[in-house]
């Protein structure tokens, strides 16, 4: 099939056909019929998954670019193949720009470590945003203390939007890096990211965007968007864990020193002097997670095949109908309204703590999660501890958003 990012009038999504895909979804948990919305910490994978990861270790588990054998070539078409299909799926220019990391974590450890180290100096300023995951944060505090750079972060409204006009006056000679996510997984703010990489590109800054978020619901366009660097998870896109994509521009990964040493990363090695790989082979060094990247390809070509529009459609259309019904519940304020939003819903209770509601709720067989969901700042700036966060995915139901309302409003009665 043919995938192109041509914006198209949305086509209704066939859920109970999708659910039929995902074999985790029938089960009953605590003697309930599993509803499972925890989507945004990780999302359930699609049967065509399961069955290349079954498929890789069971008929070609070989290592890759090495050797010349049968298995060891077919291993390394397939993880190629996913490379290829990340390329496209990003619309990224080549595949030399496509890094397999184990996660957005390491995506974004690995632009500090290399290309802050090698390109920031005293008095430098990174910028962040108080709407980032931790991930998001504490790479850039770990280089701007080895640098002696300064972290400088965008404030955010009481919705939930950055606070733009802020962000405009902070930029400056000195702003060197802006890091910041494409969509919130506190909030679900989908962030202008377009805008914000504009702006900081004026005064020549490169900029990384965290699409966590973003790569399960949005449709992403690296070289539209024109960003320096994107990453992604592929367990938050309906693949397996530990692996994910760092996007880099060529050019700059090539100014870049690698990120670990050792094998598949270099060219030659003498004891006086190594010589590096050509990209994207110079920041994978090690026997990568060759069987997580292969059924990867499985996972992105099942959003692909959907259509990146009609989810984004559907999720909208049960965070909508989940905002209108939740808000209405005694107590209930929602954290997190900003005009453009993932599929993610957080809020509090006025006198019940958010672990006592996932609680409550998980006993009825609904997933959802309790706390700061690793934003702290966040929370501090908002004055509270944590939230509890609804998060949708392409095969959730407006039935199954009707059980968290009923859950709720039951464990709301019964508290007060
Ligand atoms: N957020 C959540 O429940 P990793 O763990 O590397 O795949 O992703 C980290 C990460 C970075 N940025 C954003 C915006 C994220 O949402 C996450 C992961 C999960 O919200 C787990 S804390």
């Not at 992403?220 to 397996?240: A, E, N, R, T």
């Not at 006198?351 to 966040?378: E, K, N, S, Y």
């Not at 944590?386 to 039935?399: P, Q």
Request: negative net charge.
């Amino acid at each position: 099939m043919a995938h192109t990012n041509v914006a198209v009038k949305p086509t209704p999504i066939n859920v109970e056909e999708i659910r039929k895909e995902f074999p985790i979804l029938h089960q009953k948990v605590n003697g309930k019929d599993l509803v499972y919305l925890d989507n945004a910490a990780t999302n359930q994978k699609p049967k065509r998954v399961i069955d290349a990861l079954v498929e890789y270790y069971t008929g070609y588990n070989a290592n890759i670019h090495r050797g010349i054998h049968t298995l060891a070539e077919k291993a390394t078409k397939a993880f190629e193949a996913t490379r290829e299909t990340a390329r496209v799926f990003i619309n990224a220019a080549s595949t030399e720009e496509i890094i397999f990391t184990r996660g957005v974590t390491e995506g974004i450890n690995l632009v500090a470590a290399t290309y802050g180290r090698a390109f920031l100096n005293e008095g430098d300023e990174v910028i962040i945003s108080t709407i980032e995951h931790h991930s998001n944060i504490v790479p850039w505090q770990l280089i701007c203390e080895q640098t002696k750079a300064n972290l400088v972060v965008i404030p955010v409204t009481d919705s939930g939007e950055l606070k733009l006009d802020v962000y405009k006056s902070l930029l400056s000679s000195k702003t060197k890096i802006v890091a910041v996510n494409h969509a919130s997984n506190s909030l679900g703010t989908i962030n202008p990211v377009k805008e914000i990489i504009q702006l900081a590109h004026n005064v020549g800054a490169v900029v990384l965007i965290d699409g966590a978020q973003a790569g399960a619901h949005l449709t992403i366009d690296v070289q539209d968007l024109d960003c320096d660097f994107y990453c992604l998870s592929s367990h938050k896109m309906y693949g397996p864990t530990g692996t994910g994509i760092l996007y880099g521009k060529k050019s700059l990964l090539e100014k870049m020193p690698p990120y670990h040493g050792g094998g598949e990363m270099i060219k030659e090695v003498t004891f006086e002097k190594t010589t590096y790989n050509d990209l994207p082979y110079k920041f994978e060094a090690g026997t990568p997670n060759i069987g997580d990247v292969v059924a990867f390809r499985h996972a992105m070509e099942f959003i692909l095949d959907l259509g990146r529009e009609n989810i984004a459609a559907h999720e909208h259309e049960l965070l909508v109908y989940a905002t209108e019904k939740v808000s209405k519940l005694k107590g209930v304020k929602i954290v997190g309204q900003a005009k453009n939003k993932v599929g993610v819903l957080a809020f509090t209770v006025q006198g019940i703590h958010h672990f006592d509601i996932g609680q409550m709720l998980d006993a009825r067989g609904i997933a959802v999660r309790t706390g700061h969901h690793c934003t702290q700042p966040l929370m501090e700036c908002y004055g509270i501890e944590g939230t509890v966060r609804a998060s949708f995915s392409v095969y959730n139901t407006k039935k199954e958003v009707d059980q968290l309302v009923e859950g709720l409003e039951r464990i709301i009665n019964f508290m007060k």
